[in-house]
């Protein structure tokens, strides 16, 4: 692996283990995430790197849901992952001026909520 994309990852894990409420935390918005997400399309060699950083994140919010009882998201059964992350980067991009600057947090929930709310 390439040491600025080991790099890049080590970083971007930091950020996810920061503590609520500090910078690092908030500074993950949903450009960043929507640019590991592009990425793990458009790179041929690192691009496994960068879909792991997109696709964890995301599923950590669907688990997350999950355990809390939450029957509001319906994920797709099949390829959940890849199925959500397309949705996740259709969803920046159909307002992308104000959506890239929220929180990934925010644009996860915002894709869960408008694509698979359940029936």
């Not at 950083?53 to 999950?66: D, K, R």
Request: proline residues 3%; aromatic residues 8%.
């Amino acid at each position: 692996m390439r040491p600025v994309i080991l790099a890049a990852l080590l970083g971007g894990l930091a950020t996810f283990v920061a503590a609520p409420g500090t910078a690092s935390a908030q500074a993950y918005s949903a450009h960043d995430l929507l640019s590991a997400c592009t990425v793990a399309d458009n790179d041929s060699r690192d691009g496994f790197v960068a879909e792991l950083e997109c696709e964890q994140y995301i599923m950590g919010f669907v688990h997350a849901l999950a355990e809390t009882g939450d029957t509001s998201i319906c994920a797709p059964a099949r390829n959940t992952a890849d199925e959500i992350r397309w949705a996740y980067m259709r969803w920046v991009h159909q307002d992308y001026s104000t959506r890239k600057g929220l929180s990934a947090g925010k644009a996860v929930m915002g894709t869960l909520s408008d694509n698979f709310a359940c029936q």
